[in-house]
């Protein structure tokens, strides 16, 4: 598996759609065409490098050695990154920007043109990139949006993500968007019916996708089946990647009064391709998943425990409401890192 440019390396001579990491035999026919490829061995990116085609080779050599060990979410380790907001958009374009990698809301990006493509291009060039969905609606009744999964696809094809990744919930009805990650029954039928449609949203964007847990506030009399069992069998059903909330776990966990170690334990290592931390809001009767605030002690507790049971994920923090300045963001990320190396040691920065 070797890293192509993309067209403006061979200036539109093969057939690609844009950059990615290729197979040996589509990086043959490439350079046949005047493509250029890279060797996974040539270089590796760290926390502030650039430019952005700096990461390619290391995506495709992570990718390879998660293949090759059997891992079953073939997706490459990134290190430790931060969601792309709008108010950290100067410091992208400006170049000051300085992180393993991004995390775009896909939905924040499928426009024809104009100020937010222009600061995805340029965190592209930067740094690696990933894709997380908001409106999958993986767990509607509803058919699957086709004017959407374009949307995302098209989105893939010019930006190269890493991975793309949705929820394990559901938010539409009759065509209707709640604008919420709604929770789903915990059921045999549920779990056939959202298998289903992971495996019908992999094969229209050609790629295994990262499905995430949500938190949630309320439980359906008639489920069956514990979340993280539901989670892992969907995973091995659909033969999809995890995104583990850590935070979402928490959250839930305290609402609802289940062990969040349980459900962290029973969640197959294999299939984890990213962790996500974040903070929350204490209601009082509840916990709201908020994204405001540094990352609480017992979600830090609880990740020490994701690390140790999964070993080294690329790990994202969330941060959406009175989002501070960059550097206030990035030092959770590097707290995080810290985190890592503590528990991992010299494993930390590797996958």
């Known amino acids: 598996m070797r890293w192509c440019d993309g067209r403006d390396a061979c200036k539109g001579k093969n057939d690609c759609k844009g950059k ?34 700096r990461a390619g080779p290391l995506i495709a050599h992570t990718a390879r050695r998660r293949m090759e060990a059997g891992m079953a979410c073939a997706v490459p380790y990134l290190g430790h990154g931060v969601g792309l907001r709008t108010k950290h958009f100067s410091r992208v374009l400006d170049g000051t920007a300085h992180v393993d990698w991004f995390e775009a809301i896909s939905e924040n990006f499928m426009i024809e043109g104009g100020h937010p493509l222009a600061v995805l291009e340029r965190a592209r060039q930067a740094c690696p990139l990933v894709i997380h969905g908001v409106s999958l609606s993986l767990g ?13 696809a098209r989105l893939a094809r010019r930006f190269a993500p890493a991975w793309i990744s949705g929820h394990l919930c559901w938010g539409s009805v009759g065509g209707h968007y709640a604008h919420d990650l709604l929770p789903l029954p915990l059921t045999e039928e549920a779990l056939a019916h959202v298998a289903s449609r992971v495996e019908a949203v992999q094969d229209r964007l050609g790629r295994q996708i ?21 989670l892992a069998a969907l995973a091995a059903r659909a033969d999809c990647g995890i995104l583990l909330d850590v935070n979402n776990v928490y959250v839930s966990a305290c609402n609802h009064g289940f062990d969040a170690a349980t459900y962290i334990t029973a969640i197959p290592p294999a299939r984890v391709g990213q962790l996500h931390l974040a903070g929350h809001t204490d209601k009082g009767t509840h ?3 908020t994204h405001v605030g540094p990352v609480p002690d017992p979600v830090w507790d609880l990740y020490r425990l994701a690390l140790r049971h999964c070993g080294s994920v690329s790990t994202l923090v969330e941060w959406d409401e009175e989002v501070p300045e960059l550097t206030v963001v990035v030092a959770e990320a590097e707290r995080a890192r810290t985190i890592a190396t503590e528990v991992l040691g010299t494993n930390a920065e590797s996958a």
């Open 210 to 230: 990262l499905v995430e847990n949500v938190s949630s506030y309320l439980t359906y009399a008639h489920s069956t089946i514990p979340e993280w069992e539901f």
């Open 20 to 53: 990615g990491f290729v197979d040996d035999s589509s990086a043959d026919a490439c350079l046949k065409k005047g493509g250029k490829v890279v060797e996974p061995k040539r270089c590796r990116v760290r926390s502030g490098e650039g430019p952005g085609t």
């Open 140 to 152: 509607s009744t509803d058919p699957l949006n086709e004017a959407y999964l374009e949307e995302l």
């Open 287 to 289: 916990l709201l998943d």
